[in-house]
């Protein structure tokens, strides 16, 4: 069901209030809560704290913007915190790393399934099987490193299988950059899908760098190491499908509606009521945030915002297992590559990142060796290879 | 790799500083008064933490209990089953890891061939392969009960943070053998503790084949934590003596 940005005023900024009990809440059950619960908590920390960065990038070349940008900014913080503070202690960073990638697996998916622009529904699959990929062999770290099983965390809604082998998916910086969309054209549905990814990759990219060298085993090291520099080109892929002609205005009238959006979609998906509360006030908040960037953007830019984003925004996405349509995308391109912007077959591959790779593959690759003979089994690999 | 303590540079302590500790601590009390030294552990912000917390997750309770037990079927119901699953269910993870932890230190033994003699290394591969049949052993039995041993219990979850900073200390290819074993060490403590508490309760519980194979497996674990404390009391005196 459509959901209406005209009919729904939100809440003010001088009501959107906090202390700091309220912002640190008790978080959810690792055990006892759908991963869902921990998958919408993941994806709207990662919407908000792009929503901090790109309110910063934009400050710093907006003068005019700064006390409005700042004032919506001390808010997105306080939610970002509130939200990512959802996620109790009890979660390994190992464990939480296992929850990022089947945030990045099924809602990728989920809009890879809906994206009406051919090109990026393509280029939204194609990152689709790499993060597939990472979960396996993340997978295979948290069997042989702790002894956890994976599946506690994806509660067996996703898969774990190889996926575009890791080693493969480093690329020469050219072969990330994909082709924009044209904001006059574009389905706003493709311009949500973008800015969701970008924001998802960065938080994933970010979380691994900083618990990266958080881990002793040297091995565990190096395959963050691999993994964040493929998140980086993940974030960089997906944010050159962004129309760089967009003004300033423009794209931080998309970040609150994108954050509108994905607030909704948790909302009507969440099965916790507790946190499906969260989303619903979070929902009011981004609203009144909306409201104000919008008039900012009709008072400076003297254009409708409905030109920008329809006052009707899309269904949200779909936020669920998608295992048919994964594993229908593995079967048929799990061998493409790039060539620039372009995806291809596997023997049109760009030299450049061939090369590349060679060389940052030099010394061995750890997402090879941590997943040297893994199958995934129900309760460990240990369970298979004891009987 | 390092293999002995030795003096250095270790900057950490004041003694290091005895310039610099001066200036920091002058004026001190009238730059930072306080009325009384509270312990930081008394915190209303914690306190009111714990009151209104709820529990950490719950155990899945087998919908129908199968006839493993001897005597005593009536007691053993489910508001009952969860308290001995939930503790079957560490005791799992625990194992699981245990052998994980042992690879660990398996593999630092292979990087330093002369650290300990072969018949110790064949000792400690044991000891693994022990682990690994008490995890079977775990998971038959919660099969047998009708509880699914793929399920992450309360205490398991625990367990896991317990027994992370013993990973991150064996897998940190800058500790000696020495640590890596003071290590395990810990685990095979924990360990022992853990298969007597569990035996106790299969036993009220009346499960007695299992309590069985539980005081077997702690006749094995008992063996392991002998004989690493043993390792680890002669390496310390052993670098003692060198110097």
């Given at each position: 069901m459509s959901f209406g940005l005209l009919e729904n005023r939100g809440?003010?900024?001088?009501?959107?209030?906090?202390?700091?009990?309220?912002?640190?809440?008790?978080?959810?059950?690792?055990?006892?809560?759908?991963?869902?619960?921990?998958?919408?908590i993941i994806l709207m920390n990662g919407q908000e704290t792009e929503a901090v960065r790109f309110s910063h990038a934009c400050s710093r070349m907006n003068r005019e913007l700064q006390p409005a940008l700042a004032a919506i900014r001390r808010v997105e913080q306080h939610q970002a915190t509130l939200v990512n503070w959802l996620i109790g202690a009890d979660h390994s960073p190992l464990e939480t790393t296992i929850a990022y990638e089947q945030v990045a697996i099924d809602v990728t998916a989920g809009i890879a399934l809906r994206e009406p622009d051919k090109y990026l529904a393509q280029v939204f699959r194609f990152g689709l099987l790499?993060?597939?990929?990472?979960?396996?062999?993340?997978?295979?770290?948290?069997?042989?490193l702790e002894g956890k099983d994976a599946n506690n965390i994806l509660q067996s809604y996703t898969d774990i299988l190889p996926g575009r082998p890791t080693v493969v998916e480093h690329r020469d910086p050219a072969d990330d950059l994909?082709?924009?969309?044209?904001?006059?054209?574009?389905?706003?549905l493709s311009k949500l899908h973008a800015l969701t990814l970008v924001a998802a990759e960065y938080q994933t990219h970010d979380y691994y760098m900083h618990f990266g060298p958080t881990f002793s085993d040297p091995l565990a090291r190096q395959?963050?190491?691999?993994?964040?520099?493929?998140?980086?080109?993940?974030v960089t892929q997906y944010e050159t499908l962004i129309d760089?002609?967009?003004?300033?205005?423009?794209?931080?009238?998309?970040?609150e509606a994108g954050e509108v959006y994905n607030y909704y979609g948790c909302m009507k998906q969440e099965t916790n009521p507790r946190v499906r509360a969260l989303w619903e006030r979070f929902l009011d908040y981004e609203l009144g945030h909306f409201h104000l960037v919008r008039e900012l953007y009709e008072r400076q830019e003297r254009r409708d915002a409905a030109q920008v984003i329809p006052m009707y925004l899309p269904d949200p996405i779909p936020i669920g297992s998608q295992r048919d349509f994964i594993r229908d995308v593995l079967h048929n391109e799990v061998d493409l590559r790039a060539d620039g912007a372009r995806i291809v077959a596997e023997n049109e591959e760009s030299p450049a990142s061939i090369r590349y790779r060679q060389e940052l593959n030099g010394s061995g690759s750890p997402s090879s060796e941590v997943a040297r003979g893994y199958r995934w089994s129900p309760g460990t690999e240990l369970t298979r290879l004891v009987s | 790799m390092e293999t002995q303590i030795r003096t250095g540079l270790n900057r950490t302590g004041v003694g290091m500083s005895p310039i610099a500790i001066k200036k920091m601590l002058k004026d001190n009390d009238a730059l930072a008064p306080v009325d009384a030294a509270e312990p930081l552990g008394v915190s209303p912000i914690r306190e009111r933490y714990i009151i209104e917390s709820t529990y950490i997750g719950t155990v899945p309770v087998p919908a129908t209990l199968k006839g493993v037990l001897e005597t005593g079927k009536a007691a053993f119901t489910g508001e009952k089953a969860q308290v001995l699953i939930d503790k079957m269910g560490e005791r799992l993870a625990f194992e699981r890891g245990g052998v994980r932890l042992y690879e660990a230190l398996l593999s630092k033994c292979s990087a330093l061939p002369d650290a300990l003699p072969g018949a110790t290394v064949e000792q400690l591969t044991h000891f693994r392969e022990e682990e690994a049949d008490h995890f079977e052993m775990l998971r038959e039995s919660m099969l047998e009960l009708g509880a699914d041993p793929t399920a992450q219990t309360p205490s398991a979850d625990i367990t896991g943070?317990?027994?992370?900073?013993?990973?991150?200390?064996i897998g940190d290819p800058r500790t000696s053998l020495l640590q890596s074993l003071h290590a395990v060490l810990t685990a095979e403590l924990v360990d022992q503790v853990a298969w007597e508490e569990l035996i106790t309760l299969a036993e009220q519980f009346n499960y007695r084949q299992f309590a069985s194979q539980c005081r077997r497996a702690l006749e094995q674990e008992n063996n392991h934590l002998a004989t690493i404390r043993s390792l680890v009391s002669d390496l310390t005196l052993a670098e003692a003596k060198q110097f």
């Amino acid at each position: 069901m459509s959901f209406g940005l005209l009919e729904n005023r939100g809440c003010p900024l001088d009501k959107q209030v906090f202390t700091w009990r309220d912002m640190v809440q008790q978080p959810i059950s690792k055990l006892d809560d759908d991963a869902y619960t921990r998958v919408h908590i993941i994806l709207m920390n990662g919407q908000e704290t792009e929503a901090v960065r790109f309110s910063h990038a934009c400050s710093r070349m907006n003068r005019e913007l700064q006390p409005a940008l700042a004032a919506i900014r001390r808010v997105e913080q306080h939610q970002a915190t509130l939200v990512n503070w959802l996620i109790g202690a009890d979660h390994s960073p190992l464990e939480t790393t296992i929850a990022y990638e089947q945030v990045a697996i099924d809602v990728t998916a989920g809009i890879a399934l809906r994206e009406p622009d051919k090109y990026l529904a393509q280029v939204f699959r194609f990152g689709l099987l790499e993060d597939f990929d990472h979960l396996y062999r993340y997978s295979a770290l948290l069997d042989r490193l702790e002894g956890k099983d994976a599946n506690n965390i994806l509660q067996s809604y996703t898969d774990i299988l190889p996926g575009r082998p890791t080693v493969v998916e480093h690329r020469d910086p050219a072969d990330d950059l994909r082709e924009p969309y044209d904001r006059a054209v574009a389905d706003p549905l493709s311009k949500l899908h973008a800015l969701t990814l970008v924001a998802a990759e960065y938080q994933t990219h970010d979380y691994y760098m900083h618990f990266g060298p958080t881990f002793s085993d040297p091995l565990a090291r190096q395959l963050y190491a691999e993994i964040a520099s493929i998140e980086e080109q993940h974030v960089t892929q997906y944010e050159t499908l962004i129309d760089p002609q967009e003004t300033w205005l423009e794209k931080w009238l998309l970040h609150e509606a994108g954050e509108v959006y994905n607030y909704y979609g948790c909302m009507k998906q969440e099965t916790n009521p507790r946190v499906r509360a969260l989303w619903e006030r979070f929902l009011d908040y981004e609203l009144g945030h909306f409201h104000l960037v919008r008039e900012l953007y009709e008072r400076q830019e003297r254009r409708d915002a409905a030109q920008v984003i329809p006052m009707y925004l899309p269904d949200p996405i779909p936020i669920g297992s998608q295992r048919d349509f994964i594993r229908d995308v593995l079967h048929n391109e799990v061998d493409l590559r790039a060539d620039g912007a372009r995806i291809v077959a596997e023997n049109e591959e760009s030299p450049a990142s061939i090369r590349y790779r060679q060389e940052l593959n030099g010394s061995g690759s750890p997402s090879s060796e941590v997943a040297r003979g893994y199958r995934w089994s129900p309760g460990t690999e240990l369970t298979r290879l004891v009987s | 790799m390092e293999t002995q303590i030795r003096t250095g540079l270790n900057r950490t302590g004041v003694g290091m500083s005895p310039i610099a500790i001066k200036k920091m601590l002058k004026d001190n009390d009238a730059l930072a008064p306080v009325d009384a030294a509270e312990p930081l552990g008394v915190s209303p912000i914690r306190e009111r933490y714990i009151i209104e917390s709820t529990y950490i997750g719950t155990v899945p309770v087998p919908a129908t209990l199968k006839g493993v037990l001897e005597t005593g079927k009536a007691a053993f119901t489910g508001e009952k089953a969860q308290v001995l699953i939930d503790k079957m269910g560490e005791r799992l993870a625990f194992e699981r890891g245990g052998v994980r932890l042992y690879e660990a230190l398996l593999s630092k033994c292979s990087a330093l061939p002369d650290a300990l003699p072969g018949a110790t290394v064949e000792q400690l591969t044991h000891f693994r392969e022990e682990e690994a049949d008490h995890f079977e052993m775990l998971r038959e039995s919660m099969l047998e009960l009708g509880a699914d041993p793929t399920a992450q219990t309360p205490s398991a979850d625990i367990t896991g943070i317990e027994s992370s900073g013993l990973f991150q200390v064996i897998g940190d290819p800058r500790t000696s053998l020495l640590q890596s074993l003071h290590a395990v060490l810990t685990a095979e403590l924990v360990d022992q503790v853990a298969w007597e508490e569990l035996i106790t309760l299969a036993e009220q519980f009346n499960y007695r084949q299992f309590a069985s194979q539980c005081r077997r497996a702690l006749e094995q674990e008992n063996n392991h934590l002998a004989t690493i404390r043993s390792l680890v009391s002669d390496l310390t005196l052993a670098e003692a003596k060198q110097f």
